[in-house]
């Protein structure tokens, strides 16, 4: 059993299909099909169920999963330190980032910095759901992720650092709606009033929505879920429903595109109303050299956007 086997398994399960995965890896389809059988016959078991539409992993294969990725994420942190091993911090780093943490990171100044105080560290950045995201921190697919914490737990082998300040969410309404004058709107009035459009469903701001209204008693009519937060505020301005999201997406940011001007914000009486935001990063003691740099050189002073409020 060798590295590019346990590759070769974790891109069959994350592509769904021994073509794809073999073009992700960069190899021929007969190639990977070859090593995956050989692989079996080393460990005496089958990994994969196979048939023309589908490719399923065994009850061994599904124990092997993590095992792999383990692997593959410590054979990460090793060539990471062994680039290292002259004292300087070389290698990859891959962050993700929510659409939150954009709007709420100075992420121009924290990339700049890093990039001139590490110029031999590769630096990559994917913006995605903060549950895919943390899910990839521990992977190892990731090696930082900027996101809100979802709940009061720490996804299991992260650790969560925060961005020291968190992020309050605001009803977005349009300006000629019944409640655009109020100083501050309660979930019951808004609930009244209409309908909601909603995030996509089991992120971290759908959560905390369905919290507060659980917490409130408070039954919202949804009519329409959208996986963009501009979008939603943009569709509230049209004045067919209200939306709840953070307040950055309603503040004027240099390099961000303003809120549509038709708006009324309104802040939630609700108590914890607002997103915790930091990064994630893995948990082990191994953790490559420049996930640590990127730990000690963040600052929410300078890598935060400040707030008006």
């Known amino acids: 059993m060798h590295e590019r086997q346990l590759e070769y398994v974790v891109a069959v399960v994350e592509t769904g299909s021994f073509t ?19 692989l079996e016959r080393h460990l005496g078991v089958r990994l994969f169920d196979r048939n023309s539409r589908s490719v399923r992993l065994t009850d061994a294969g599904r124990a092997l999963l993590p095992v792999a990725r383990r692997v593959l994420a410590d054979m990460s942190a090793v060539r990471a330190e062994l680039r290292c091993a002259d004292g300087l911090v070389r290698g990859p780093l891959r962050i993700g ?11 121009v ?15 990559s950045v994917t913006v995605g759901p903060g549950r895919e995201l943390t899910g990839c921190v521990q ?61 996509r469903p089991h992120t971290a701001l759908w ?31 049209t004045g067919i ?30 108590p914890g109303n607002c997103l915790a935001m930091g990064f994630f990063y893995s948990g082990d003691t191994r953790t490559a050299a420049p996930v640590r740099a990127f730990v000690q050189l963040f600052s929410p002073d300078r890598h935060v956007q400040s707030s008006d409020h």
Do not use: W
């Open 20 to 38: 794809a995965a073999a073009e992700r890896c960069h190899t021929a389809q007969s190639a990977l099909s070859h090593q995956m059988a050989q």
């Open 97 to 107: 980032a929510t659409q939150t943490a954009v709007r709420v990171l100075n992420l």
């Open 109 to 123: 100044q924290l990339l700049g910095d890093y990039g001139k105080e590490y110029p031999d560290v590769e630096l």
């Open 139 to 199: 992977s190892g697919d990731l090696d930082v992720a900027f996101a809100a914490l979802d709940g009061n737990e720490v996804p299991f082998r992260t650790r969560f650092v925060p961005l020291g300040r968190a992020e309050p969410l605001v009803a977005v309404v349009a300006k000629d709606h019944p409640l655009a004058r109020r100083a501050t709107v309660q979930l019951h009035q808004l609930a009244g009033a209409g309908r909601f459009i909603d995030f």
């Open 207 to 237: 959560n905390k929505v369905n919290s507060m209204c659980d917490v409130a008693g408070v039954e919202r009519r949804v009519m329409c879920e959208l996986g963009s937060i501009p979008l939603m505020v943009e569709l509230a301005s």
């Open 241 to 270: 429903a209200a939306t709840i999201v953070p307040r950055a997406f309603t503040e004027r940011q240099e390099g961000q595109a303003p809120s549509p001007e038709g708006v009324a914000v309104l802040p939630l009486a609700e």
